[in-house]
T-cell receptor, first 113, second 115 residues
């Protein structure tokens, strides 16, 4: 079975600073990887996904993530954070032929002026 | 396009009462998922359906919980009798189905408080 770990529960960054949120997965074959964002009072929204091919994937809202098989990681990055990026971010892993997706415990992002 | 629609958005009721949460998936989506989110346990998958058939209900915590999907456009999650520890945000999500590479589309959730 697949699993995913988000080591950082809470991160604070200054507006305009760069951001990297960590995600490590465990799965024997090539995983399907996702990043979602959850704003207060709302459901999860897909930011980006990786299935195969180019290991650097671009998503919405200026986010990108890089799949590194050797490190079993799929870290989310943004070059310059905006106050509106304050939210909770979830990494998730799926597998071929398997509908269930395993979500990480989430990282809460706080953005300070 | 209409997303996943959940109702009610908020529900406050007394313990022992029956609670019914409703979900309308995105039209054309063949898979539907029910999740529960709490501070302590994070996001937990309760049950999911494929083509209206329950595939995996191993996450349903107790017999007090039941879920149905009578047709492709409607699903319910019922708790009877409800208990204070059932207080959480319940999310419904859907996707086209067909494999693990399909992202899920989430509704805005039902915030349930059991007094």
């Amino acid at each position: 079975a697949q699993s995913v770990t988000q080591p950082d529960i809470h991160i604070t960054v200054s507006e305009g600073a760069s951001l990297e949120l960590r995600c490590n997965y465990s799965y024997g074959a090539t995983p399907y990887l996702f990043w979602y964002v959850q704003s207060p009072g709302q459901g999860l929204q897909l930011l980006l996904k990786y299935f195969s091919g180019d290991t650097l994937v671009q998503g919405i809202k200026g986010f990108e993530a890089e799949f590194k098989r050797s490190q079993s990681s799929f870290n989310l990055r943004k070059p310059s954070v905006h106050w509106s990026d304050a939210a909770e971010y979830f990494c998730a892993v799926g597998a071929e032929g398997y509908q269930k997706v395993t979500f990480g415990t989430g990282t809460k992002l706080q953005v300070i002026p | 396009d209409a997303g996943v629609i959940q109702s009610p958005r908020h529900e406050v009721t007394e313990m022992g009462q029956e609670v019914t949460l409703r979900c309308k998936p995105i039209s054309g989506h063949n898979s539907l998922f029910w999740y529960r989110q709490t501070m302590m346990r994070g996001l937990e998958l309760l049950i999911y359906f494929n083509n209206n058939v329950p595939i995996d209900d191993s996450g349903m915590p107790e017999d007090r919980f039941s879920a149905k999907m009578p047709n492709a456009s409607f699903s319910t999650l019922k708790i009877q009798p409800s208990e204070p520890r059932d207080s959480a945000v319940y999310f419904c999500a859907s996707n086209p189905g067909g494999g693990g590479n399909q992202p899920q589309h989430f509704g805005d959730g039902t915030r349930l408080s059991i007094l």
